[in-house]
């Protein structure tokens, strides 16, 4: 499988790197698409007037053409990749998936599979802890 690794963060739409239980461990990104209607530039989330990325944007904006396009729609069409140690087996691999985070569990997952041993390797989405007012009983 021929997978080109992000050589910059702006390439990216997503990146992480993680451990996975004791043994494994997981590189997974998914690169920015191709705008369909100019075809030259590659679609990025809005900014605002300095510059800075919005990082709760609902649209994704092609920089060249001023092409919009749903958040949900634009990520689910995106392919995610991913560099693995897999903690059941220990082989040493790199697959790919649809960037289609599901609800396992309860918990948002990218979900990618050893192509040895079939075993799930699960890249969660990290959310924040919610502090709470008051004592801890």
Not at 51 to 66: F, L, N, T
Not at 96 to 104: D, G, L, V
Request: charged share 35%; with cysteine.
């Amino acid at each position: 499988m021929l997978m080109r690794k992000p050589e910059s963060m702006d390439e990216c739409v997503y990146f992480t790197q993680r451990s996975l239980d004791e043994k494994g461990e997981v590189m997974a990104w998914v690169l920015k698409g191709d705008c369909p209607k100019c075809g030259k530039a590659k679609i990025g989330k809005t900014r605002d007037k300095s510059g800075k990325v919005k990082m709760r944007a609902k649209e994704y904006v092609c920089p060249g053409c001023s092409y919009a396009v749903d958040k949900q729609d634009y990520e689910d069409s995106l392919v995610a990749y991913a560099e693995y140690i897999c903690p059941h087996c220990g082989n040493k691999g790199e697959t790919q998936t649809t960037f289609k985070r599901k609800n396992i569990d309860g918990v948002q997952t990218l979900r990618f599979t050893c192509a040895k041993c079939s075993g799930n390797l699960d890249v969660t989405k990290k959310m924040k802890e919610k502090k709470r007012k008051g004592k801890d009983f």
